[in-house]
Structure formats: C-alpha cells, structure tokens
C-alpha cells in the first residue's frame, strides 16, 4: 500500500540544454503510451459503520484485480491534520474546527490528484461530506434562527476548489449498534454522542437525496455492506476497461 509523500525540500533550479534533451528523449519513448486516469472512491457514514474496514476491503480487492490502489483518510498526517488533532483534543468552536478540516483537506487534493494523475485508484475514509454533517449539525441550532443551512452551505465551500467523487458509499446503520462498536475500541470523543449522531445520519442521508454519485448501503450485516460496494468498485472497473 503505498504511504503518502510529502514534496521534495529545496529550490527548483535552472535546467541546462543537456537535461531539457534527456526528458524530451523520455517523452519521446513514451510518446503513444497513456495512463488512464485513477478514480475516487469515498466510504462515507457515522463511526462505528465499518467504513474503514470495507475501505481496506476494497483496496485489497483492486489490488488482487492488479489495479493500483491506495488507502487514505481523513483528518491527514500533514501538517493541517496532525494540528487539527491537537486542537480537538483541546476543544474549539466550531467555525475554527470546520476551517482547519478544510485546511488538510486541501493539502490533500493536492495529494490525492498528483495520485490519481498517475492512474492509482484513490479510497478515502471521510471526505467533504463529513464536514458538511459533523460540523454543520454544530452549527444548525444558531443557523436556523437565521433561516439558512448550514450543511448545505459547507457543501458549496467545497465545489470550486474540491476533487470531486468518482463514488461515495454512505454507509447507514442503527445508532446503539455504531455506538457499541465504537465503545469496545474505547471512550467515546465528542462526535460520537446519541442524539448527536442521529441529526448527523439525517444529514448524511439528506445531502445523499440530492448529491450525484451517491450511493446509500443500509444493510445490517459487514459482509453484506462489503458484498454491495464490492458490487459497485466492480461495475466502475467494467465502465473503464
């Protein structure tokens, strides 16, 4: 699997005419071959879904179909997410929170569309989605009052600069259930809190009715929620060959 990079340190240089000849007799070798574009794959849904085990799931399926995959999440381990850690743990409003996931998420635009530029196929646990429910079920109280949505308007934040899904999966499941999953690795956070949790879902399945290339799995059973993505990782592989 491979690991997320960070750029390269130093400055760019100037090239001289003997490495300017190099790289167009690379291109010329190359000239005729062209890598297909990869594609993004985005397993959405409260903790406690099993979305991060179908994510790793579904890379080792393309693996085994020799497709070039990549596992990665969100919040990062770049500099924007490994802060984003440490305030959560501290406590923030929740505008300062929303902008920093923002913040992470555009390094990792970045980073995701030199991959897929390369021709990997991308599956991200979490996404822009998650923003818009998380933290605008934050924000709905003090929103309402002013007759404006606040998930809707983190959505629109995102589209001009946001790569946009291939597919997400938005994962749904009973809250109790998703609740004692995520009590058996440990203390619950903020974010995983009963009442909280169930505008969150409402939010999730709302953006779902009105965003394309989302698809809702509902079923109960983690074989059954693989077997379905699986199904469809495997209907894009058939539209792209």
């Not at 291109?27 to 005729?32: M, T």
């Not at 996404?127 to 429910?133: E, G, K, N, P, R």
Request: with cysteine; aromatic share 6%.
């Amino acid at each position: 699997m491979m690991q997320r990079r960070d750029a390269p340190e130093g400055d760019v240089g100037s090239i001289s005419s003997e490495d300017l000849d190099e790289v167009l007799a690379a291109g010329n070798e190359l000239e005729g071959s062209v890598v297909t574009p990869g594609r993004l794959l985005v397993l959405e849904g409260i903790d406690g879904t099993g979305k991060s085990h179908v994510a790793e799931r579904v890379v080792r399926h393309l693996e085994a179909r020799e497709v070039s995959a990549i596992a990665t999440s969100e919040p990062t381990e770049g500099a924007a997410g490994r802060l984003l850690k440490r305030v959560l743990s501290d406590g923030v409003d929740p505008y300062t929170e929303l902008f920093l996931f923002m913040a992470d998420r555009a390094d990792h635009v970045l980073w995701m569309r030199a991959r897929l530029r390369e021709g990997n196929w991308v599956v991200c646990d979490r996404y822009a989605m998650s923003s818009a429910v998380y933290q605008g079920t934050y924000l709905e109280e003090e929103w309402e009052m002013r007759g404006r949505d606040p998930v809707a308007w983190i959505m629109d934040l995102h589209r001009p600069w946001w790569l946009e899904p291939d597919l997400t999966v938005l994962i749904v499941d009973e809250i109790d259930r998703c609740l004692a999953r995520v009590e058996e690795r440990g203390p619950a956070s903020k974010f995983e809190q009963r009442a909280y949790l169930e505008r969150v879902q409402a939010n999730y399945l709302r953006i779902a009715e009105t965003t394309d290339g989302v698809v809702v799995v509902d079923d109960p059973e983690l074989p059954d929620i693989e077997a379905a993505v699986l199904g469809r990782v495997e209907a894009m592989l058939g539209n792209q060959r």
